[in-house]
T-cell receptor, first 116, second 116 residues
């Protein structure tokens, strides 16, 4: 079974600075997808960024980028120029490519605090 | 609607009662998922629908949990004989049902269930 681990329960960053959230996963599959979701206090999970495992190029979305290390099974999220609105829970998630269920397996989350 | 909606937003019930939680997916999305998120944890998969049928219900914790999607759109998660341990946020997500990364899941705001 796949597992996703986020080793940082909480992280703090100064506004306008850069922060990196860690995620590792365990799988025997060679092809899969990885995601970062943001969950503000409103509870709604919002997709931040996604990565296909067969693509070596790291995904970027504006201030958000990932460092995908397939051999190390690591998928970290970098947030540049942090803003107060970035404060939320961040979840890393895995989905197998050929899984008939297509369900997401989530990590335990990292709470990001942004200091003004 | 523009996004996934869930009703009610909050539900308080007594131990032993029956509850129904509703999910309205994004229009045109054929795939629908239910997840359960306990306090301080990441969401855990419950069940997945492709159209009207449950393609994967391996995440349902026991036979007190049941879900339906009779017309391939709205889904209802039903919990019988509720227990205090069922207290959690129940999240619904939908996706296009297409293959690949375009099958990204979009989440609703969740229903917070509290069993007294």
């Amino acid at each position: 079974a796949q597992t996703v681990t986020q080793s940082q329960p909480e992280m703090s960053v100064q506004e306008a600075e850069t922060v990196t959230l860690s995620c590792t996963y365990d799988t025997s599959e060679s092809d899969y997808y990885l995601f970062w979701y943001k969950q503000p206090p409103s509870r709604q999970m919002i997709l931040v960024i996604r990565q296909e495992a067969y693509k070596q190029q790291n995904a970027t979305e504006n201030r958000f980028s990932v460092n995908f290390q397939k051999a190390a099974k690591s998928f970290s999220l970098k947030i540049s120029d942090s803003q107060l609105g970035d404060a939320a829970m961040y979840f890393c998630a895995y989905r197998a490519l050929n899984n008939a269920g297509n369900m997401l397996t989530f990590g335990g989350g990292t709470r990001l605090m942004v200091k003004p | 609607g523009a996004g996934v909606s869930q009703t009610p937003s909050n539900k308080v019930t007594e131990k032993g009662k029956y509850v129904e939680l509703r999910c309205d997916p994004i229009s045109g999305h054929t795939a629908l998922y239910w997840y359960r998120q306990s306090l301080g944890q990441g969401p855990e998969f419950l069940i997945y629908f492709q159209g009207t049928g449950a393609a994967d219900d391996s995440g349902l914790p026991n036979d007190r949990f049941f879900a339906v999607r009779p017309e391939g759109s709205v889904s209802t998660l039903k919990i019988q004989r509720t227990e205090r341990g069922d207290s959690a946020v129940y999240l619904c997500a939908s996706s296009s049902g297409l293959a690949g990364l375009s099958d990204t899941q979009y989440f609703g705001p969740g229903t917070r269930l509290t069993v007294l």
